[in-house]
C-alpha cells in the first residue's frame, strides 16, 4: 500500500491550490483520511481530517479556508485550500488510516510543498 500526495507547488497570498491523496492497494480498506503540515523548524500539526462517513475536522486555523473531501471509489483525498496565506507554507502530508483483513494499519504519503509568497 503506497499513499501519493501531489498538488503542492507555489501560490500567491490569496491564490488556491489543491491537493490530493491516492492510496494504492485494494486490500487496504480505509477509515479515515488526515492533511498534516510542517513548517520548517516547527512540529507536524493536523490540519484537517474526514472520516469514512463524511464528518470532517478542521484546526482552527484553517477554518472557513480549506475543504478536506474524498472519493471512495478513487480512495482519494483532497484540501482544497482556498485563500492561502504565506504561513500555510510547509510540507502537507496525508494519514490514512484503515484495515487489512482484521488488522489496523496507518500509512503516510511522502509530503507535498506548499510555498505561498507574499
Known amino acids: 500500500v503506497q499513499l501519493q500526495a501531489s498538488g503542492g507547488g507555489l501560490a500567491q497570498a490569496g491564490e488556491s491550490l489543491r491537493l490530493s491523496c491516492a492510496s494504492s492497494?485494494?486490500?487496504?480498506?480505509?477509515?479515515?483520511f488526515a492533511w498534516y503540515r510542517q513548517a520548517p523548524g516547527k512540529q507536524r500539526e493536523l490540519v484537517a481530517d474526514?472520516?469514512?462517513?463524511?464528518?470532517?475536522g478542521y484546526a482552527e486555523f484553517v477554518k472557513g479556508r480549506f475543504a478536506i473531501s474524498r472519493d471512495n471509489a478513487k480512495n482519494t483525498a483532497y484540501l482544497q485550500m482556498d485563500r492561502l496565506k504565506p504561513e500555510d507554507t510547509a510540507v502537507y502530508y496525508c494519514?490514512?488510516?484503515?484495515?487489512?483483513?482484521?488488522?489496523?494499519?496507518?500509512?503516510w504519503g511522502q509530503g507535498t510543498l506548499v510555498t505561498v509568497s507574499s
Open positions: 494519514r490514512a488510516d484503515g484495515f487489512i483483513g482484521a488488522l489496523p494499519y496507518e500509512y
Open positions: 492497494g485494494s486490500t487496504f480498506r480505509i477509515n479515515a
Open positions: 474526514i472520516s469514512s462517513a463524511g464528518t470532517t
